[in-house]
């Protein structure tokens, strides 16, 4: 168990439809990251939060939006899906910047 | 941003035979890190690399930095079915503190 807390588990939806994934770090951790993984595309970092602000983006989508709130936990949004976005999606959490990241156990999000 | 490269894509082995999966990256990388993730389960970090030529053992798992810090290997002796999931280099990403993985070795281990 990292420590790092996902919810829901799995998540079944319908094509045009919005879901929001919540992450909640570990214990003082200020840094939440988000990643999608798929079987063809591997694991690719979508956006990092860190102490309520945004630090860094990477291969996220405009239909996708994130958040860190002040008790630190985040939420991933995602509108107007596509089958295309069936996938696993991990948050992870670390305490500062490049420090070993800790990934929860993802939400698998089907998309029909 | 920076990519790593990861082979092979899949190594199926009997139990008892040793593995190796390579990292590669076409520029300088200031550290590297390593994770495993089991089927079904989450990825979970293994271990850091951060000097040239760097060498650092886990039990039957060694990790090797290159002298050029653009290579980085793990090598399981004696593999068991506990060693099965896919294994995942990571090197620093476009941000600051974000990390660029590769598409991972998934190791296969028959009894």
């Known amino acids: 168990d990292s420590g790092v807390t996902q919810t829901p588990k799995h998540l079944i939806t319908a094509t045009g439809q919005r879901v929001t994934l919540r992450c909640s770090p570990r214990s003082g951790d200020l840094s939440v990251y988000w990643y999608q993984q798929s079987l063809d595309q591997g694991l690719q970092f979508l956006i990092q939060?860190?102490?309520?602000?945004?630090?860094a983006k990477g291969n996220i989508l405009e239909r996708f939006s994130a958040q860190q709130f002040p008790d630190l936990h985040s939420e991933l949004n995602l509108s107007s899906l596509e089958l295309g976005d069936s996938a696993l999606y991990f948050c992870?959490?670390?305490?500062?910047?490049?420090?070993?990241?800790?990934f929860g156990p993802g939400t698998r999000l089907t998309v029909l | 941003g920076q990519q790593v490269m990861q082979i092979p894509q899949y190594q199926h082995v009997q139990e008892g035979e040793d593995f190796t999966t390579y990292c590669n990256s076409s520029t300088t990388l200031s550290n590297i890190q390593w994770y495993k993730q089991r089927p079904g389960g989450h990825p979970v970090f293994l271990i850091q690399?951060?000097?040239?030529?760097e060498v650092k053992k886990q039990k039957r798992l060694t990790f090797q930095f290159g002298e050029a810090k653009k290579n980085s290997s793990l090598h399981i002796t004696a593999t068991q079915t506990t060693d099965v999931g896919t294994y995942f280099c990571?090197?620093?990403?476009?941000?600051?503190?974000?990390?660029?993985f590769g598409k991972g070795t998934m190791l296969l281990v028959s009894p």
């Open positions: 990571a090197g620093p990403g476009s941000g600051y503190s974000t990390l660029t």
């Open positions: 992870a959490s670390s305490v500062g910047f490049r420090d070993t990241q800790y």
């Open positions: 939060y860190y102490n309520g602000e945004e630090r």
């Open positions: 690399l951060v000097k040239s030529g």
